[in-house]
Each structure stands twice: as structure tokens, then as C-alpha cells.
């Protein structure tokens, strides 16, 4: 098995495992079924280029998108040089920057998740981290058309964060940990 591969398979493990099991996400069930996430590995490269790197791949997966309306959504899983999630929340900063500037504000919403993941407002150890918590950082493409139309049938989409939180406090840290290590298992 290549090192893309597993690293795949973890990440759809963890998309299953968690953010489905768990209904981090309320409309990531279809897409799963559906097969329409598209994952891709963003990686191997020295740490001085994985910035760029890393940009020219959302780059690359915007105008995928743009171009296949099959794939509804794409996880960027970021293999190598964003290990540090400060690293990695620069990666973030420019990564939107660069979509706005590109034209692509209001077409895809950007989520990001990360082994290391730590709201602002909370400490390491924190259970709601983990709803952000993945095998690998990832920066995640959806399709923000899409979210509009789900949203229509949910009861206070708004609310949904703040119940994900409530959901991992309630399960706790040992519960949430044992998730996330699960996934990372191969």
C-alpha cells in the first residue's frame, strides 16, 4: 500500500468515523455515500517549498471543482510541513486571502482541521478541539452553493457548533482521543 494511499484511507476513516458517526457534520452522510469527496494528497515536499506547494494545490483543486460538478467537496490532506498547527494556520490566513483574491469568496467555504487543533478560547485538552481534530491537517473545499441548499432543511444551522462542542465535552477527552487514534490506525 503506498503512503498516499494510507494516508487516504485514514483521512476516510476519520470522515466516517467522526465527523459522520459523531454528526459533526450534518451533511457529510450523503457525500460519503455518494462518493463524491474527492481526497487528495498534498505532500513530499521540503519544508521551504510546502507553502507555495500548498497553495498551488488549492489552487489546482478550485479549478477541479470548477470544472466537475461530480465532486461536491475536496479534502486537501497536507502529508508533509504543516505539522506545527501555527505553521498551519498561516497555510490557512493565505490560503483565504488567496481565495478571495482569485474570485473564489462565495463560491467555496474553507474549513481546516488538524492533529493539533486548538480553538482560541480553549486549552489543549479541551474534547471540543477534537471536533476539528484530524489524522493530518487538512484544508477542506466545499462547495458553498451546496451548503446553502442542506442548510435550508436544517433546524438552526447555528447552532451547529456549539452543539458539536457540547457533544465532545459530554463524551470526553478519553473518548474523543480513542476516536482520532482509531482513524490513524492502519
Known amino acids: 500500500m503506498s503512503s498516499d494511499t494510507l494516508i487516504i ?3 476516510k476513516a476519520w470522515v466516517s ?29 521540503k519544508d521551504s517549498d510546502a507553502l507555495e506547494t500548498g497553495l498551488m494545490a488549492l489552487m489546482a483543486e478550485c479549478k477541479t471543482l470548477d470544472e466537475n460538478d461530480s465532486i461536491e467537496t475536496t479534502i486537501l490532506i497536507y502529508s508533509e510541513g504543516f505539522a506545527d498547527f501555527q505553521d498551519f494556520l498561516a497555510l490557512l490566513e ?5 481565495m478571495a483574491e482569485k474570485g473564489y469568496e462565495g463560491v ?11 480553538f482560541a478560547d480553549s ?3 479541551d474534547p471540543a478541539n477534537y ?24 433546524d438552526n444551522p447555528e447552532r451547529i457548533p456549539e452543539r458539536n462542542v457540547r457533544y465532545a465535552r459530554e463524551k470526553g477527552l478519553a473518548y474523543m482521543q480513542g476516536k482520532l487514534k482509531a482513524c490513524s490506525i492502519k
Not at 468515523?17 to 515536499?45: L, Q
Not at 467555504?109 to 487543533?117: E, K
Not at 476539528?132 to 491537517?137: A, F, I, L
Open 94 to 98: 493565505l490560503a483565504n486571502n488567496l
Open 17 to 45: 468515523s467522526v465527523v459522520v458517526g459523531d454528526n459533526f457534520c450534518p451533511f457529510a452522510r450523503k457525500e460519503m455515500e455518494n462518493n463524491t469527496i474527492r481526497y487528495r494528497v498534498v505532500g513530499d515536499e
Open 131 to 154: 471536533t476539528n481534530r484530524s489524522p493530518y491537517p487538512a484544508l477542506h473545499l466545499i462547495r458553498e452553493e451546496s451548503i446553502e441548499r442542506v442548510l435550508e432543511d436544517v
Open 9 to 11: 484511507d485514514q483521512t
Open 108 to 118: 467555496y467555504q474553507l474549513a481546516s482541521f488538524h492533529p493539533d487543533y486548538c
Open 123 to 125: 486549552t489543549d485538552d
